[in-house]
């Protein structure tokens, strides 16, 4: 997976983070579904992104193979996701998020 690739699938993830739509994790292509998948399941597993249930149901209909670890490990390496660099990608943009959010209403922009 290039930079670009991840920097986009990152920042999908940040902006579901506050304004989580399950439709929108579906409705890609089946190359971006297996994408979508992986990293469904690898963010339901995390203590800090929240919609645990509903990334676990995303990742299982895409590709019941990525249900289990065995599975979710093969396909996460298959794609080349570094895990550790995207989590920190997609933490970070969520921070950047909240951050900027008082800035922006106290501007008028919401």
């Not at 019941?64 to 996701?81: D, K, P, Q, V």
Request: overall charge neutral; charged content about 25%.
């Amino acid at each position: 997976m290039d930079e670009r690739d991840l920097a986009s699938l990152a920042q999908f993830c940040a902006d579901q983070f506050s304004q989580f739509e399950a439709a929108a994790w579906m409705d890609r292509s089946s190359a971006d579904g297996k994408i979508h998948a992986v990293v469904a399941k690898y963010l339901s597993m995390t203590s800090w992104y929240g919609h645990e249930a509903e990334l676990e149901r995303i990742a299982a209909n895409t590709d019941s193979a990525i249900a289990n670890s065995t599975g979710f490990h093969r396909e996460a390496l298959a794609i080349g996701l570094d895990l550790g660099s995207f989590s920190a990608l997609v933490r970070r943009r969520i921070a950047l998020r909240q951050r900027n959010k008082p800035l922006l209403k106290g501007i008028g922009l919401h």
